[in-house]
């Protein structure tokens, strides 16, 4: 049976298996348990698999993930996003869309601390959206750029999709890190531009933020910034001794989890319950990305010892284009996968076949890490999937609809587009500030 047959079936298996409703890590493990045994025999095969998925757990920066999971869960509980929210409101000041904007702020700093997405949606679902709606912003205004913002998560470090794309792709997770700080930044911007231009040309979908603090002087608004100064202290320490060489993207990782309990203590909300709390999410949320990183692993590994690997790599390849267009037919493969798929199993399927190819045609593997990175934030916004969506659907008021929220964040799909288009046509947004640290 050729190589292709078998890659139908392999597509078809997945598909089918998913449409019962099994889940994606018991999916793909079953489906790479079947093509092994049915290649290589039941003893051999269950061998191979089990050889596979141990060389990707033994890999020591894998120890980052479950790391800055739990510094997210417990900055989460801390009450942090709160104060950080209510400190750039009052230094925002008076002007139309400052909640917006500072929204967005907001979720940047969120995500430099976390570096998983779906946490701070939820925070500032629970913290903006109400504001924003009481104010009178207009709905899908609202909607939209905590959907967009709150996934800047996936590319503004430490994000654990770089984390997990630098160990399918054995490029360095550092330049990961420091090639995607200008790209996420671009995105925010973009996202704030937007939100300035909508309410210049319709003043009616953002009223003025109108409280007596924001009023005051700029030098009696500085004593407000407490809010920012211990979310200030522990993004700069977790990306500080990164970029400085002084520890590994793991060690820092730690770094990040202890500064994350200082930080609850210091707030006086450090407590049994919440530190429970935190590690039980934890460990549901890590063990959901280990079962999807087995069965991802594990069929990619099959499937590239039967010679999928490199059927698929000389189809692209071969392909009669230009070599960025191969890396365009790239991206609109992660896309259509993102309809279905977890960021992750993309991740673990797509890149090892990926990677080697970007390689190939001359390209830096990291600068294509970023447009992988860019792509998976398109995924977390677009129907029918949308995991962002579904992050804010369960916290926001009962007569906003998923379909609602659906058409509130195609606008920022469309920004998020324009963002990778710029980094795919100028690479250097992404490489100049690695090139800094060589």
């Known amino acids: 049976m050729g190589i292709e047959i078998i890659t139908l079936l392999i597509v078809v298996a997945l598909l089918g298996l998913m449409a019962f409703g099994v889940p994606l890590g018991i999916t793909t493990l079953t489906v790479s348990l079947g093509t092994a045994i049915l290649y290589f025999g039941e003893r051999a095969g269950f061998f191979i698999v089990a050889a596979n998925v141990g060389e990707v757990l033994h890999k020591y920066e894998l120890i980052a993930v479950p790391f800055f999971v739990f510094m997210a869960n417990v900055l989460e509980r801390s009450g942090i996003a709160n104060s950080l929210f209510d400190s750039m409101a009052i230094m925002g000041g008076r002007f139309r869309g400052s909640v917006a904007v500072q929204t967005c702020v907001v979720a940047v700093v969120l995500a430099a601390m976390s570096g998983i997405m779906g946490g701070e949606i939820v ?201 960025i267009w191969v890396i365009v037919v790239m991206m609109l493969i992660v896309m259509l996968l993102g309809t279905f798929l977890e960021w992750i199993a993309i991740i673990f399927i797509t890149v090892p076949i990926f990677a080697p190819v970007v390689v190939d045609l001359g390209f830096d593997p990291v600068w294509f890490g970023v447009l992988f990175a860019m792509n998976i934030q398109i995924y977390y916004l677009s129907p029918p999937f949308g995991p962002a969506c579904f992050f804010l659907k369960s916290v926001a008021p009962k007569d906003i609809a998923l379909q609602e929220i659906f058409a509130a964040v195609m606008p920022f799909i469309a920004l998020q587009a324009v963002g990778l288009l710029l980094v795919l046509l100028m690479p250097d947004l992404a490489l100049w500030l690695p090139s800094l640290f060589e």
């Open 123 to 323: 925070m500032l679902g629970l913290i903006a959206l109400p504001q924003m709606l009481r104010l009178g912003y207009d709905r899908k205004l609202s909607i939209g750029i905590i959907c967009a913002a709150g996934a800047l998560a996936t590319l503004i470090p430490p994000s654990v999709v770089l984390i997990v794309y630098g160990l399918a792709a054995q490029v360095s997770i550092t330049k990961l890190f420091s090639a995607s700080v200008v790209p996420g930044l671009l995105l925010a911007s973009l996202y704030i531009g937007y939100i300035l231009l909508r309410v210049r040309l319709n003043p009616s979908l953002a009223p003025i933020y109108d409280i007596p603090e924001t009023g005051l002087p700029l030098l009696q608004r500085l004593k407000y910034l407490k809010g920012v100064i211990l979310p200030g202290i522990l993004i700069g320490a977790v990306l500080g001794v990164i970029y400085s060489g002084v520890a590994t993207v793991t060690e820092a990782a730690a770094v990040g989890a202890v500064g994350a309990v200082v930080v609850a203590a210091i707030r006086k909300e450090l407590s049994w319950v919440m530190m429970r709390d935190a590690m039980r999410q934890t460990v549901l949320t890590v063990g959901s990305i280990i079962w999807l990183v087995l069965g991802a692993v594990s069929l990619i590994g099959i499937y590239n010892r039967i010679g999928g690997g490199d059927f698929l790599r000389s189809l692209l390849t071969q392909l009669d284009i230009g070599p």
